[in-house]
């Protein structure tokens, strides 16, 4: 019914998708053409951190496109100077590269730590990562990612990437040798499940680079930008990392990411990394909107504070149906559930009447809630009763 109107036969076909186009969002609410309505705990994959269509990212990119859109990543730009400035003096870091998406700051990264491991490292390369972990879907960053079979999936690899056990510190010590150079993860493993690193597995791993003269890099594409309750998520954890990514939220929804370094990391010389649009004008003009919006007074309490109401919402629909309770950190959390009914529970939010629901199943016996970081207690709270019915329905069959 829905897609009638709509011939997407000219769309290359990379995922399935459901009959539906979204034709309008407003804060935690998708409406599609057929003007049916959604509460988005998706949110464009933890992208959309003030929500749909967000006023202040809206007037920016407005005010901004009236000004200047694209001078050339070869001169300076006031909005890229003003963002930087804001991420170094919220940060540990010294100096920020603007990308424009998640893997490609994670390739940059990747580029920093070889470049660094050659003038300072005598060649080092290798760049432990975990199992399970996700860092994007160019070439090298599959490779970086510990999805099975994604390190050959496009074979040759790129080479290099040695995987460990996520909060297994002897797997990481185990791998290292005198080509190793850094190590990377992502503070809590988003694609992979939800996992959290455990502050003693980050300390660790701190006092393992220390040791070997190692970089540690954090990939916070997802987790960083308030989505975990602190502005980044390595700040949990009292480590000091040496380079970080950003991506996602960073935007809050237009093609906006970054990498991060302390300025001892920054060896790049001029010519070995650019891009043409990194830095444009226009997407950091929203990124310091989006910016302003999370360092305002109380806004990250709003987050801690959805965040306790969702986990205990959560362990109490887990505790109802006997299920494997609930985990995360802020508002990137996952309800482990004690079958592979995942998929069917996702289907039927989407499909309830008269108001969908959406929700993301990374496994198939694990949920996953990303919503708005500006999500109110009254959407909270609607989605909590929701689920709980919907499991209800769907398990009596
Ligand atoms: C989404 C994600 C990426 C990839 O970002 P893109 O913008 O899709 O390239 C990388 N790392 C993590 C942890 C992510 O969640």
């Not at 959805?306 to 985990?327: D, N, P, V």
């Amino acid at each position: 019914m829905a897609l009638n109107e709509y011939d997407v036969s000219s769309l290359m076909d990379i995922t399935s998708r459901p009959d539906l186009v979204f034709v309008k969002g407003q804060g935690s609410w998708l409406e599609d053409n057929s003007g049916k309505r959604y509460l988005d705990f998706i949110q464009g994959w933890a992208v959309n951190c003030l929500g749909h269509s967000a006023p202040e990212m809206k007037q920016a990119l407005v005010a901004q496109a009236d000004k200047l859109m694209n001078p050339s990543p070869a001169f300076y730009n006031e909005p890229s100077i003003a963002l930087s400035l804001r991420l170094t003096q919220a940060s540990c870091f010294d100096r920020v590269f603007f990308a424009n998406s998640g893997a490609e700051a994670n390739e940059g990264a990747i580029k920093l730590a070889r470049k660094w491991g050659r003038v300072k490292r005598n060649g080092a390369y290798k760049i432990i990562t975990m199992d399970h972990g996700f860092h994007g879907r160019t070439l090298a960053t599959m490779s970086a990612s510990g999805k099975p079979g994604w390190g050959t999936m496009f074979a040759p690899q790129v080479d290099g990437f040695p995987k460990a056990d996520l909060n297994d510190l002897a797997s990481v010590e185990a791998l290292i040798d005198d080509q190793t150079v850094a190590i990377m993860l992502e503070p809590v493993q988003g694609e992979g499940g939800v996992i959290p690193a455990t502050k003693a597995f980050m300390q660790g791993l701190r006092r393992l680079a220390d040791t070997h003269n190692l970089l540690l890099i954090v990939d916070e594409v997802q987790t960083g930008m308030g989505r975990c309750g602190t502005m980044f998520a390595y700040q949990l954890s009292d480590v000091v990392p040496d380079i970080m990514t950003l991506g996602k939220g960073i935007g809050g929804g237009v093609p906006l990411a970054a990498l991060l370094a302390r300025q001892d990391v920054c060896v790049f010389s001029h010519g070995d990394q650019g891009g043409t649009y990194n830095g444009n004008p226009l997407s950091t003009a929203v990124g310091v909107a989006v910016f302003d919006a999370l360092a305002a007074p109380g806004f990250l309490d709003g987050v801690k504070a959805r965040a306790q109401q969702l986990q205990k919402g959560l362990m109490t629909i887990s505790g109802k149906h006997g299920m494997g309770g609930e985990r995360g950190h802020g508002l990137l959390r996952a309800l482990i559930l004690d079958r592979d009914d995942g998929p069917a529970i996702v289907e039927a939010a989407r499909t309830r009447a008269p108001e969908g629901l959406l929700l993301n199943a990374p496994r198939p016996n694990l949920l996953r809630f990303m919503p708005a970081l500006n999500v109110t207690e009254q959407e909270v709270a609607t989605m909590l009763k929701q689920l709980d019915e919907l499991i209800t329905a769907v398990r009596k069959g």
